[in-house]
């Protein structure tokens, strides 16, 4: 559980298009990194080649290495589902299965990793994993019911119990906030802080506070021009890029005045 992520020059294309230039960063386990940048600056496509789902785009493909525990994803030998498995993934937009109910919905990936699971092993992961995401006890009583009968905030909990149902290593979120009011809002980052006590969490954000709140690293990206590369300009604790940064960009986009 909880493993180290070490990116080695890593380049990201789709197709012809050349997304992201020469990634370099370590992110410890136990801990929450937040990307930060303009639109377009390659976040979510960095955060997507950390599960290998990159390449699932027709034409997409990575250059470099992304190590966890030492381990390089990229290896020709390492099979994709396998990573899937132990990276996990959290999307803007709340996705539970809408016909399946809450239980169902939990034990989604699950069900995927192992053909046979007791009644009893389900009810057990069920449980944990709904507690884990701190939603036992809103839905403890409606575990039949569909996971599309629940608020937007309780949605995203669902998938955040869905993904760590698995066991994962860690916990990909790309804006997990961003479809969620304030109150879910403050709900879903209370429950990040407690996530990294167990998983490597990575998060993508557009907001400033919100990273500033929950993560322990930032990792900053720029755009030089319309149309090339993405880069990393900085990555340091998120204490020092916020009041402290090397890079002239990257104060400039804290304190707005790009981006
Ligand atoms: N499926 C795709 N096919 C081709 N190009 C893509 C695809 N997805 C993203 N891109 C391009 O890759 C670059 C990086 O996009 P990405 O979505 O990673 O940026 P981002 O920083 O996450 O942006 P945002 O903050 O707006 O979500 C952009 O130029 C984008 O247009």
Redesign the pocket.
């Known amino acids: 559980m909880s493993k180290r992520i070490e990116i080695k020059d890593l380049n990201?294309y789709?197709?012809k298009?050349h997304?992201?230039k020469d990634v370099n960063m370590v992110i410890e386990p136990r801990s929450v990194t937040a990307?930060i940048?303009?639109?377009?600056?390659?976040?979510?496509?960095?955060?997507?080649s950390l599960n290998r789902m990159h390449e699932v785009?027709p034409?997409?493909y990575c250059e470099g290495s992304v190590l966890l525990d030492g381990v390089d994803l990229y290896d020709q030998a390492v099979d994709p589902v396998r990573v899937r498995r132990h990276v996990g993934m959290v999307f803007?937009r709340p996705n539970p299965f809408p016909t399946m109910s809450i239980k169902e919905n939990v034990l989604a990936g699950v069900r995927l990793n192992k053909a046979r699971l007791t009644r009893a092993e389900g009810d057990e992961i069920v449980e944990k994993s709904l507690k884990g995401a701190n939603l036992w006890n809103e839905v403890k009583d409606r575990l039949d019911r569909p996971g599309s009968g629940l608020s937007g905030g309780q949605q995203q909990r669902l998938c955040i119990a869905r993904a760590i149902a698995v066991a994962p290593d860690v916990l990909l979120m790309?804006?997990p906030c961003s479809a969620l009011d304030p109150i879910s809002t403050l709900a879903i980052e209370d429950l990040i802080k407690e996530l990294k006590e167990t998983y490597t969490v990575v998060i993508?954000t557009?907001n400033m506070q919100q990273a500033a709140r929950v993560s322990d690293q930032t990792a900053f990206?720029n755009?030089k021009e319309?149309?090339k590369?993405?880069e990393l300009i900085e990555i340091g604790s998120t204490e020092k890029i916020f009041h402290n940064p090397d890079q002239k960009a990257t104060e400039d986009y804290i304190t707005g005045r790009f981006g």
């Open positions: 990201i789709y197709g298009f997304a992201v990307f940048g303009s639109s377009g600056c390659g976040k979510s496509t960095v955060l997507r785009i034409g997409a803007q790309d804006e993508v557009h990206f755009l319309h149309g590369p993405g």
